[in-house]
């Protein structure tokens, strides 16, 4: 089963709470968890547009097809240079699998790595 995350980060400077703290600050938040792609572009490309009308340069948008090679475009970079404040907002695919299995396939495809490397 797949789903789709929707998260916006901010990355800038502040000034640091206590001698322990750094200057720059990431700040992370999930737009949504959605069932369907095409729901997860439209929901991440909605909230692009509100972070426009704060004040954020947003300069692209996700999209199904204006990713490179005409996949779907689930990165969207640098869409802020204002006051030093960055701004990305991705689409990351959740894949529900079941641990036991993917365990063994994944040793199973160790053993067949390392039989292939002796071959050679």
Not at 80 to 94: E, H, V
Request: aromatic share 10%; charged share 35%; glycine share 6%.
């Amino acid at each position: 089963m797949k789903k789709y995350l929707v998260q916006v980060e901010l990355r800038y400077c502040s000034i640091p709470k206590s001698e322990y703290d750094c200057e720059h600050h990431f700040d992370y938040t999930t737009i949504g968890v959605y069932d369907d792609l095409k729901e997860a572009i439209n929901e991440g490309n909605k909230a692009l547009k509100e972070a426009s009308k704060s004040g954020l340069t947003i300069r692209d948008e996700f999209g199904e097809h204006n990713g490179c090679f005409g996949r779907p475009n689930t990165l969207v970079t640098n869409l802020s240079s204002r006051d030093g404040i960055q701004c990305f907002a991705k689409i990351t695919t959740l894949h529900y699998r079941d641990l036991g299995e993917e365990i063994k396939n994944a040793i199973e495809s160790d053993r067949r790595y390392d039989k292939w490397r002796k071959e050679d």
